[in-house]
Protein backbone atom coordinates (compact mmCIF):
# COMPACT_ATOMS: atom_id res chain seq x y z
CA UNK A 1 0.00 0.00 0.00
CA UNK A 2 1.56 3.28 -1.22
CA UNK A 3 0.28 7.14 -0.22
CA UNK A 4 0.90 9.92 -2.56
CA UNK A 5 0.14 12.92 -0.01
CA UNK A 6 -0.02 16.48 -1.17
CA UNK A 7 -0.23 19.14 1.26
CA UNK A 8 -0.99 22.79 0.79
CA UNK A 9 1.07 22.88 -1.94
CA UNK A 10 2.01 26.39 -3.50
CA UNK A 11 3.58 26.30 -7.23
CA UNK A 12 4.58 29.29 -9.06
CA UNK A 13 5.29 29.24 -13.13
CA UNK A 14 8.69 30.75 -13.59
CA UNK A 15 8.45 33.75 -16.33
CA UNK A 16 10.96 33.40 -18.79
CA UNK A 17 11.86 37.35 -17.13
CA UNK A 18 12.41 35.54 -14.03
CA UNK A 19 9.58 36.75 -12.33
CA UNK A 20 7.53 34.11 -10.71
CA UNK A 21 3.13 34.00 -11.37
CA UNK A 22 1.65 31.83 -8.68
CA UNK A 23 -0.70 29.42 -9.63
CA UNK A 24 -1.55 26.16 -7.55
CA UNK A 25 -2.70 28.50 -4.23
CA UNK A 26 -2.78 25.36 -1.67
CA UNK A 27 -3.80 21.74 -2.69
CA UNK A 28 -4.75 19.06 -0.67
CA UNK A 29 -5.03 15.73 -2.25
CA UNK A 30 -4.45 12.20 -0.80
CA UNK A 31 -3.93 8.91 -3.50
CA UNK A 32 -3.54 5.61 -2.17
CA UNK A 33 -2.52 2.48 -4.45
CA UNK A 34 -5.80 0.90 -5.56
CA UNK A 35 -7.51 4.10 -6.01
CA UNK A 36 -8.91 6.12 -8.65
CA UNK A 37 -8.74 9.78 -8.92
CA UNK A 38 -10.06 12.45 -11.12
CA UNK A 39 -9.20 15.62 -11.23
CA UNK A 40 -11.16 18.16 -13.71
CA UNK A 41 -11.36 21.67 -14.51
CA UNK A 42 -11.38 24.09 -16.85
CA UNK A 43 -8.66 24.83 -19.27
CA UNK A 44 -6.00 27.79 -16.70
CA UNK A 45 -6.92 26.19 -13.82
CA UNK A 46 -3.48 24.66 -13.00
CA UNK A 47 -3.95 21.29 -13.56
CA UNK A 48 -1.16 20.94 -15.74
CA UNK A 49 1.63 22.81 -13.24
CA UNK A 50 -0.15 20.22 -10.61
CA UNK A 51 1.35 17.18 -12.55
CA UNK A 52 4.67 19.24 -13.49
CA UNK A 53 5.17 20.02 -9.87
CA UNK A 54 5.09 16.37 -9.15
CA UNK A 55 6.73 15.46 -11.43
CA UNK A 56 9.95 17.79 -10.46
CA UNK A 57 9.85 19.98 -13.41
CA UNK A 58 12.56 22.76 -13.35
CA UNK A 59 10.01 25.59 -14.75
CA UNK A 60 8.16 25.66 -12.03
CA UNK A 61 8.61 26.28 -8.33
CA UNK A 62 7.28 24.91 -4.77
CA UNK A 63 6.80 28.16 -2.84
CA UNK A 64 4.64 26.12 0.04
CA UNK A 65 3.92 22.65 1.25
CA UNK A 66 4.40 19.43 1.10
CA UNK A 67 4.24 16.30 -1.22
CA UNK A 68 5.29 13.08 0.15
CA UNK A 69 4.85 9.60 -1.83
CA UNK A 70 5.28 7.01 2.06
CA UNK A 71 6.27 9.58 3.62
CA UNK A 72 9.46 10.38 2.01
CA UNK A 73 10.09 13.67 0.70
CA UNK A 74 9.20 14.11 -3.23
CA UNK A 75 9.95 17.35 -3.67
CA UNK A 76 13.56 16.83 -2.60
CA UNK A 77 13.91 13.93 -4.79
CA UNK A 78 15.44 14.43 -8.04
CA UNK A 79 13.15 13.56 -11.30
CA UNK A 80 14.88 10.28 -11.71
CA UNK A 81 14.59 9.41 -8.44
CA UNK A 82 11.23 10.97 -8.01
CA UNK A 83 10.33 7.51 -11.13
CA UNK A 84 12.35 5.19 -8.95
CA UNK A 85 10.16 5.98 -6.04
CA UNK A 86 7.31 4.45 -8.24
CA UNK A 87 5.81 7.67 -9.54
CA UNK A 88 4.87 7.56 -12.99
CA UNK A 89 4.00 11.02 -15.06
CA UNK A 90 2.78 10.93 -17.76
CA UNK A 91 2.61 14.25 -19.57
CA UNK A 92 0.64 16.38 -21.62
CA UNK A 93 2.64 17.44 -24.57
CA UNK A 94 5.58 14.03 -24.44
CA UNK A 95 9.38 14.70 -25.82
CA UNK A 96 10.87 12.89 -28.17
CA UNK A 97 14.14 11.13 -27.34
CA UNK A 98 15.49 10.71 -30.45
CA UNK A 99 18.03 7.45 -31.56
CA UNK A 100 15.69 5.52 -28.81
CA UNK A 101 13.79 3.06 -29.65
CA UNK A 102 10.82 2.07 -27.57
CA UNK A 103 11.57 -0.93 -26.96
CA UNK A 104 14.98 -0.31 -25.70
CA UNK A 105 13.58 2.80 -23.47
CA UNK A 106 11.24 0.89 -21.72
CA UNK A 107 13.90 -1.52 -20.48
CA UNK A 108 16.05 0.98 -19.55
CA UNK A 109 13.34 2.50 -17.46
CA UNK A 110 12.33 -0.54 -16.14
CA UNK A 111 15.80 -1.17 -15.22
CA UNK A 112 16.27 2.09 -13.59
CA UNK A 113 13.20 1.47 -11.30
CA UNK A 114 13.80 -2.14 -10.50
CA UNK A 115 17.44 -1.33 -9.88
CA UNK A 116 18.23 -4.62 -12.20
CA UNK A 117 17.66 -5.80 -15.75
CA UNK A 118 14.59 -7.64 -16.03
CA UNK A 119 15.20 -10.86 -17.04
CA UNK A 120 15.30 -11.18 -21.23
CA UNK A 121 12.95 -13.72 -21.95
CA UNK A 122 10.35 -12.75 -19.74
CA UNK A 123 10.62 -9.13 -20.35
CA UNK A 124 10.05 -9.86 -24.40
CA UNK A 125 6.64 -11.84 -23.42
CA UNK A 126 5.52 -8.91 -21.20
CA UNK A 127 6.44 -6.34 -23.58
CA UNK A 128 4.93 -8.12 -26.58
CA UNK A 129 1.94 -8.75 -24.50
CA UNK A 130 0.65 -5.52 -23.62
CA UNK A 131 1.74 -4.17 -26.75
CA UNK A 132 -1.13 -7.23 -27.95
CA UNK A 133 -3.56 -5.84 -25.68
CA UNK A 134 -3.12 -2.24 -27.03
CA UNK A 135 -3.88 -3.54 -30.36
CA UNK A 136 -0.16 -2.65 -31.37
CA UNK A 137 1.76 -3.89 -34.28
CA UNK A 138 5.41 -5.37 -32.68
CA UNK A 139 7.04 -2.98 -35.25
CA UNK A 140 5.87 -0.11 -32.61
CA UNK A 141 8.60 -1.60 -30.25
CA UNK A 142 11.39 -0.53 -32.88
CA UNK A 143 10.61 2.78 -33.13
CA UNK A 144 11.93 5.54 -31.90
CA UNK A 145 10.16 7.13 -28.86
CA UNK A 146 7.58 9.57 -29.75
CA UNK A 147 9.62 10.31 -33.27
CA UNK A 148 6.67 11.10 -35.23
CA UNK A 149 4.09 9.18 -33.12
CA UNK A 150 0.35 10.10 -33.94
CA UNK A 151 -1.91 11.15 -30.98
CA UNK A 152 -2.93 7.25 -29.97
CA UNK A 153 0.22 6.36 -30.46
CA UNK A 154 1.36 8.11 -27.86
CA UNK A 155 -0.85 7.86 -25.79
CA UNK A 156 -0.62 4.20 -26.12
CA UNK A 157 2.58 4.46 -25.52
CA UNK A 158 2.09 5.96 -21.97
CA UNK A 159 -0.03 3.16 -21.31
CA UNK A 160 2.27 0.38 -22.35
CA UNK A 161 4.34 2.30 -20.01
CA UNK A 162 2.08 2.35 -17.08
CA UNK A 163 1.38 -1.84 -17.80
CA UNK A 164 4.79 -2.36 -17.94
CA UNK A 165 6.59 -0.41 -15.32
CA UNK A 166 4.12 -0.57 -12.37
CA UNK A 167 4.30 2.52 -10.73
CA UNK A 168 3.09 3.20 -6.99
CA UNK A 169 1.22 5.78 -8.45
CA UNK A 170 0.57 6.77 -12.09
CA UNK A 171 -0.22 10.92 -12.82
CA UNK A 172 -2.13 11.16 -16.40
CA UNK A 173 -2.51 14.47 -17.74
CA UNK A 174 -5.28 14.76 -20.49
CA UNK A 175 -4.92 11.23 -21.82
CA UNK A 176 -7.60 11.72 -23.38
CA UNK A 177 -7.09 14.52 -25.65
CA UNK A 178 -6.74 13.94 -29.15
CA UNK A 179 -7.94 10.18 -29.28
CA UNK A 180 -11.02 9.28 -31.71
CA UNK A 181 -13.44 7.38 -29.63
CA UNK A 182 -11.59 3.51 -30.48
CA UNK A 183 -7.99 4.64 -29.55
CA UNK A 184 -10.14 5.72 -25.95
CA UNK A 185 -11.92 2.82 -25.76
CA UNK A 186 -8.36 1.06 -26.02
CA UNK A 187 -6.34 3.19 -23.70
CA UNK A 188 -9.33 3.39 -21.40
CA UNK A 189 -8.84 -0.23 -21.11
CA UNK A 190 -5.05 -0.35 -20.51
CA UNK A 191 -5.88 1.88 -17.91
CA UNK A 192 -8.46 -0.04 -16.43
CA UNK A 193 -6.38 -3.51 -16.45
CA UNK A 194 -3.56 -1.71 -14.19
CA UNK A 195 -6.45 -0.43 -12.02
CA UNK A 196 -7.65 -3.82 -11.87
CA UNK A 197 -4.23 -4.95 -10.05
CA UNK A 198 -4.78 -2.44 -6.83
CA UNK A 199 -1.20 -2.22 -6.95
CA UNK A 200 -0.95 1.32 -8.72
CA UNK A 201 -2.97 5.01 -7.88
CA UNK A 202 -4.33 6.86 -10.64
CA UNK A 203 -4.66 10.36 -10.77
CA UNK A 204 -6.29 10.86 -13.76
CA UNK A 205 -6.49 14.32 -15.27
CA UNK A 206 -8.78 16.05 -17.77
CA UNK A 207 -10.68 19.00 -19.02
CA UNK A 208 -13.30 16.65 -20.41
CA UNK A 209 -15.58 13.69 -19.05
CA UNK A 210 -15.53 11.44 -22.15
CA UNK A 211 -12.47 9.27 -20.26
CA UNK A 212 -14.76 9.31 -17.32
CA UNK A 213 -17.10 7.18 -19.19
CA UNK A 214 -14.80 4.45 -19.93
CA UNK A 215 -12.68 4.58 -16.05
CA UNK A 216 -14.79 5.48 -13.62
CA UNK A 217 -13.24 7.50 -11.01
CA UNK A 218 -13.74 6.87 -7.10
CA UNK A 219 -12.90 10.32 -5.96
CA UNK A 220 -13.77 12.95 -8.41
CA UNK A 221 -11.95 16.79 -7.86
CA UNK A 222 -13.08 20.14 -8.79
CA UNK A 223 -10.50 22.09 -9.77
CA UNK A 224 -10.25 26.16 -10.60
CA UNK A 225 -7.99 28.58 -10.16
CA UNK A 226 -5.19 26.97 -8.57
CA UNK A 227 -6.83 25.20 -6.45
CA UNK A 228 -9.79 22.07 -5.34
CA UNK A 229 -13.15 23.57 -4.65
CA UNK A 230 -15.29 20.52 -4.55
CA UNK A 231 -14.45 16.90 -3.90
CA UNK A 232 -17.33 14.19 -4.14
CA UNK A 233 -17.74 10.59 -6.18
CA UNK A 234 -18.00 9.59 -9.92
CA UNK A 235 -21.94 11.43 -9.89
CA UNK A 236 -20.00 14.66 -9.52
CA UNK A 237 -18.43 13.85 -13.13
CA UNK A 238 -21.94 13.17 -14.56
CA UNK A 239 -22.99 16.40 -13.27
CA UNK A 240 -20.18 18.35 -14.78
CA UNK A 241 -21.00 17.25 -17.97
CA UNK A 242 -24.34 18.32 -17.99
CA UNK A 243 -23.60 21.59 -16.31
CA UNK A 244 -19.93 22.64 -17.01
CA UNK A 245 -17.73 24.76 -15.31
CA UNK A 246 -19.76 28.23 -14.87
CA UNK A 247 -21.15 28.08 -11.62
CA UNK A 248 -17.52 27.24 -10.05
CA UNK A 249 -16.26 30.21 -12.04
CA UNK A 250 -18.74 32.45 -11.60
CA UNK A 251 -18.40 31.15 -8.14
CA UNK A 252 -15.26 33.26 -7.82
CA UNK A 253 -15.82 36.25 -9.70
P1 LIG B 1 -4.41 23.58 -17.19
O1 LIG B 1 -3.55 22.37 -17.31
O2 LIG B 1 -5.46 23.46 -16.14
O3 LIG B 1 -4.99 24.00 -18.49
P2 LIG B 1 -1.91 24.99 -16.70
O4 LIG B 1 -1.29 24.40 -15.48
O5 LIG B 1 -1.36 24.55 -18.01
O6 LIG B 1 -3.48 24.79 -16.65
O7 LIG B 1 -1.78 26.57 -16.60
C1 LIG B 1 -2.24 27.28 -15.49
C2 LIG B 1 -1.96 28.75 -15.64
O8 LIG B 1 -0.55 28.94 -15.60
C3 LIG B 1 -2.43 29.36 -16.95
O9 LIG B 1 -2.90 30.65 -16.67
C4 LIG B 1 -1.20 29.39 -17.79
O10 LIG B 1 -1.26 30.43 -18.73
C5 LIG B 1 -0.13 29.64 -16.75
N1 LIG B 1 1.15 29.08 -17.16
C6 LIG B 1 1.50 27.79 -17.13
N2 LIG B 1 2.76 27.63 -17.60
C7 LIG B 1 3.20 28.86 -17.90
C8 LIG B 1 4.41 29.40 -18.42
N3 LIG B 1 5.43 28.60 -18.70
N4 LIG B 1 4.50 30.72 -18.61
C9 LIG B 1 3.48 31.53 -18.31
N5 LIG B 1 2.32 31.12 -17.82
C10 LIG B 1 2.17 29.80 -17.61
MG1 LIG C 1 -4.38 23.33 -20.59
MG1 LIG D 1 -3.21 21.06 -18.83
Known amino acids: ?15 PEGDLKPILAGVDLTVKSGETHAIMGPNGSGKSTLAYSIAGHPKYQITGGTVTLDG ?3 LAMTVDERARAGLFLAMQYPVEVPGVS ?16 PKLRTWAGELRSAMEKLQMDPAFAQRNVNEGFSGGEKKRHEIM ?7 K ?11 DIDALRVVSEGVNRV ?45 LEAEGY ?4 AARA
Not at 107 to 117: H, N, Q
Request: proline share 3%.
Open 161 to 167: QLQLLKP
Open 195 to 239: RETGETGLLLITHYTRILRYIKPDYVHVFVAGKIVQEGGPELAEQ
Open 1 to 15: MSTLEIRELQVSVKL
Open 102 to 117: VANFLRTAKTAIDGEA
Open 246 to 249: ERYV
Open 169 to 179: IAILDETDSGL
Open 72 to 74: DDV
